[in-house]
C-alpha cells in the first residue's frame, strides 16, 4: 500500500481530503516537496523519514487536487505553520489550499481544506498511554479534574488539542491548557481568539485520529505578490488601451 485516503465520520462543509502512508526510508532527491534545509537538522533517521514520508505524502495529495506539487514548495510562518506556496518565477497567485501534517506509530498523515479555511491534523496510536503527571501540563479546572477520573481517554484529549494548535497555526504556541475540548461524539464547537473551530476524533485501524478545521487562514506575502500589487494599481491608474497610453493635442 502506497498510501490510503481517510474518510472522516462527519464531512467537512467544505472540500477537503485526508491521506495517511506508511513512514519509509526514502531519498531525499525523490520527495519534490522536501526541505533540504529542514532535513539536514535532523539528528535521527527516525525523524528524516517521518519528514520525507510526510512531504512525499503531500505532493500525493496536491496531485489529488488537482495541483502540480513540482510547481510549490512548503514555506514556514513566524510561528512556524507549514503553508504551500508557489515556487519564485512560477508567476501564479491562484489561492492555494491550507495543509496539515502528522507523523505517529510509523504513519504519515496529510489533511487539505480549500483556500480561506485552515486544517489541522493529528494521532496517534490508540493504544498508547499518557502518564498521569503529564495531565496537568494539557489541562486544567474541570477539564483537568475530568482527565484524572478518566485516564484512558488522555490520547482522545490530547491528539484533539494538537489539531486544533495546527488549525490555528500556532502548533505549542497555543498553550494545550487553554484549549479546552468537550468530549463527545460526533462534531464538537470551540472558541478560541475569536476563532471558531470544529473538531472531530475517531478511531481508524488501532489509530486515534483528530481532525480540526476553521474559516480564515495564514499566508505568505512573496516579493511576486507585492509587483504583482504594483502593476494592477499602476494599471487601473492609468487609461489602458491597444499599445499604450495616448494623448491627442494640436501639432
Known amino acids: 500500500m502506497a498510501f490510503e485516503e481517510i474518510f472522516p465520520p462527519h464531512q467537512l462543509p467544505v472540500r477537503s481530503l ?61 510561528l512556524r505553520a507549514p503553508v504551500l506556496a508557489y515556487l519564485s518565477g512560477i508567476w501564479v497567485n491562484t489561492p492555494l489550499p491550507s495543509m496539515s501534517i502528522g507523523h505517529a506509530g510509523g504513519w504519515a498523515y496529510v489533511a487539505l481544506i480549500e483556500p480561506g479555511w485552515s486544517i489541522g491534523i493529528d494521532a496517534e496510536p490508540a493504544e498508547r498511554g499518557i502518564a498521569s503527571n503529564a495531565f496537568d501540563m494539557m489541562a486544567k479546572g474541570d477539564e483537568l479534574l475530568w482527565l484524572q477520573k478518566n485516564p484512558e481517554q488522555a490520547i482522545q484529549l490530547w491528539t484533539a488539542k494538537e489539531s486544533v494548535q495546527k488549525a490555528m497555526q500556532m502548533g505549542m504556541h497555543l498553550n494545550p491548557r487553554k484549549i479546552e475540548i468537550p468530549i463527545g461524539l460526533g462534531v464538537v464547537n470551540i472558541s478560541i481568539e475569536n476563532s471558531k473551530i470544529q473538531l472531530q476524533s475517531w478511531a481508524f485501524l488501532g489509530s486515534r485520529i483528530a481532525l480540526a478545521w476553521r474559516q480564515g487562514s495564514v499566508g505568505l506575502r512573496t516579493s511576486e505578490d507585492d509587483l504583482l500589487d504594483v502593476t494592477k494599481k499602476a494599471m487601473s491608474e492609468q487609461e489602458w488601451g491597444v499599445g499604450c497610453k495616448t494623448s491627442r493635442g494640436n501639432v
Open 18 to 78: 485526508c491521506f495517511r502512508c506508511p513512514v519509509e526510508a526514502r531519498e531525499l532527491e525523490q520527495v519534490t516537496l522536501a526541505s533540504v534545509d529542514e532535513v539536514a537538522t535532523f539528528a535521527v533517521d527516525k525523524r528524516r523519514d517521518e519528514h520525507l514520508s510526510g512531504r512525499w505524502l503531500l505532493a500525493q495529495a496536491l496531485d489529488r487536487w488537482g495541483l502540480d506539487p513540482t510547481q510549490l514548495e512548503v514555506r514556514r510562518t513566524e
